[in-house]
């Protein structure tokens, strides 16, 4: 069936490091977002990248659509980073399909 | 400021009670969307809407019903049947369903005693 799948589940960090989290997926994509839970719930958008590469700030974001996968790179981590970062998929339907999510801990 | 509203953000309700949560969106999208989100997990969907009027069941719609009579409204009723409703709801809109950009309201909790 379809699948999204992102890893590593969690990520505890030191302020200042840089990280990668990493999104697969089972099929073709027409849509892939990024997105990021603060502490309150809020979901913010991080990227909207069906394929190719976009950068904001410290944050980039690749996704590599013949390969199924997609990366969200975060440097110099800083304590605000901190949340659960989803990627988001639609494969061609008229809705998006979550993964479970990687939880990411900045430690100042 | 365009964006999506929720309220409340907060709501307690006693076992059997049906509850509404509002959202409404000024950014002129076509498709709005309910999630449910519980502790430590990702986002489900309950239900959505491409246009108005209509609308389509999620991966778990059961306990729940919804209405589009307008654009920019798009309310999620949670009914006594919903064997466990106390969880975090969030309403999302999109300016195409599924190819569009999605964007998130704040949420609202909801506590079932």
């Not at chain 1, 199924?68 to 975060?74: E, F, N, P």
């Not at chain 2, 009027?53 to 409204?73: C, H, L, M, P, T």
Request: net charge neutral.
């Amino acid at each position: 069936g379809i699948q999204v799948e992102q890893s590593p589940p969690d990520l505890i960090l030191q302020e200042g490091a840089n990280s990668t989290l990493r999104c697969n997926f089972s099929d073709s994509v027409n849509n892939l977002q990024w997105f990021h839970q603060n502490p309150w719930g809020q979901l913010i958008n991080l990227f909207y990248i069906p394929s190719g590469t976009k950068q904001n700030g410290r944050l980039s974001a690749t996704t590599v659509a013949t390969e199924r996968y997609s990366l969200l790179y975060i440097s110099s981590s800083q304590t605000t980073d901190s949340g659960v970062y989803f990627c988001a998929v639609n494969f061609g339907n008229e809705k998006l399909t979550f993964g479970t999510g990687t939880r990411l801990t900045i430690i100042p | 400021d365009g964006g999506i509203t929720q309220s409340p953000k907060y709501l307690f309700r006693k076992e059997g009670q049906n509850v509404t949560l509002s959202c409404e969106q000024n950014l002129n999208h076509d498709a709005m969307y309910w999630y449910r989100q519980d502790p430590g997990q990702g986002l489900r969907l309950i239900y959505y809407s491409q246009i108005v009027n209509d609308f389509q069941k999620g991966d778990i719609a059961e306990g729940y019903s919804v209405s589009r009579e307008k654009k920019e409204s798009f309310p999620l009723t949670v009914t006594s049947a919903q064997k466990n409703p106390t969880a975090f709801y969030l309403c999302a809109s999109s300016l195409a369903g599924g190819t569009g950009e999605l964007f998130f309201g704040e949420g609202s909790r909801l506590t079932v005693l």
